[in-house]
């Protein structure tokens, strides 16, 4: 929490401090910080428990409160997969999706996947259990959403035929072999931090067209610091009072949109300098943009703020969104010089 406290200051300029409560009821300990913050980002709240506190705290409360470990990775996920998808010809409306895992990450990954007009009979999730159908009889509300019909079976016969699988469970569940029975070029999200739940070389040799992981040491790396301090920078800038599912759509799309745009040049120099000179043209290994692109910030900001303005939720009016774009620009800009 101390880390991304820093996070927040380093490439948003969102001042954050770490605060650890001990109670019995989250519910009444968070809603009375609500007169001394103007937002709140959640840590490390597991599932199912964190969907219900979600739920209740943006009907109680007046600021955003934002559970960074389910929707922030969902936003970062789906920004990766909307070019993963338009570089292997498919499209989100009739790709066959897995999800391993069906905690708070995976659940909202479901959620925000079905927000970009992925149905549900189009994912297929799994747990520690097997595929999660209406014929088990040990699923809570949140896992009965992404029910299948039929028989419910292990990893490896589900994954068969599947076009992506995105992996937010545990290390190295995944098999060269049951890669190999997925659809012609797979997508492979494994997400699972630090030992994914594949290795990409192993992914890579068994047919994988484009690999991402959680890891800044392979590429395309699925990292929430590339969602959190712009969502909450155009958050705060308009007084949301809460982040909803077009702001979470917006930030999703800002980034996807970013892996398209060639940096410019001064850009351009400082992610060599931190990436050693590889390419930040859209392909196979470049898929979402790094964390140190400059350009994340304020153009996340800019697309979440637009969203809370046209979505109802935002107290403040900006009139000039370009403006606004290059402002927030020079003030993180001065955090690097």
């Not at 300990?29 to 209740?56: R, V």
């Not at 917006?250 to 949109?257: D, E, G, I, R, V």
């Not at 390419?279 to 996340?300: A, G, H, Q």
């Amino acid at each position: 929490m101390e880390g991304k406290a820093i996070l927040f200051k380093k490439f948003a300029d969102v001042d954050a401090y770490p605060l650890c409560i001990r109670t019995t009821d989250p519910m009444i300990a968070i809603e009375a910080l609500e007169p001394c913050l103007g937002g709140i980002n959640l840590e490390d709240i597991k599932a199912p428990e964190c969907f219900e506190l979600q739920k209740k705290l943006d009907a109680k409360m007046k600021i955003p409160v934002f559970h960074d470990d389910q929707d922030g990775t969902a936003v970062i996920i789906v920004a990766g997969l909307l070019n993963a998808l338009e570089l292997t010809g498919r499209k989100m409306e009739t790709a066959k999706i897995l999800i391993n895992g069906a905690g708070a990450a995976g659940i909202s990954c479901a959620r925000l996947l079905n927000s970009f007009g992925v149905s549900k009979p189009q994912i297929f999730m799994v747990d520690t259990r097997g595929l999660i159908t209406k014929e088990r009889t040990d699923l809570n509300q949140y896992k009965e959403a992404f029910a299948q019909d039929g028989s419910s079976m292990p990893l490896e016969e589900a994954i068969k035929g599947i076009d992506v699988f995105i992996g937010v469970s545990a290390p190295d569940v995944l098999k060269a072999d049951m890669v190999k029975s997925m659809a012609k070029d797979p997508i492979i999200f494994a997400a699972s931090n630090p030992v994914p739940e594949i290795m990409p070389d192993i992914a890579a040799e068994a047919g994988a067209k484009i690999v991402a992981t959680g890891r800044s040491d392979f590429p395309n790396q699925v990292n929430n610091v590339l969602g959190f301090p712009g969502i909450f920078r155009g958050t705060l800038d308009t007084r949301s009072s809460t982040i909803n599912s077009e702001m979470k759509i917006a930030a999703a799309k800002a980034l996807a949109s970013l892996a398209k745009e060639e940096p410019k040049d001064f850009v351009l120099e400082i992610l060599q300098k931190a990436y050693q000179g590889e390419s930040f043209k859209l392909s196979e290994n470049y898929i979402i943009p790094k964390p140190f692109d400059l350009r994340i910030v304020p153009r996340v900001a800019r697309q979440v703020a637009e969203a809370a303005m046209q979505s109802g939720v935002a107290q403040v009016t900006i009139k000039d969104l370009d403006a606004y774009e290059s402002e927030v620009f020079e003030r993180i800009f001065q955090n690097w010089k």
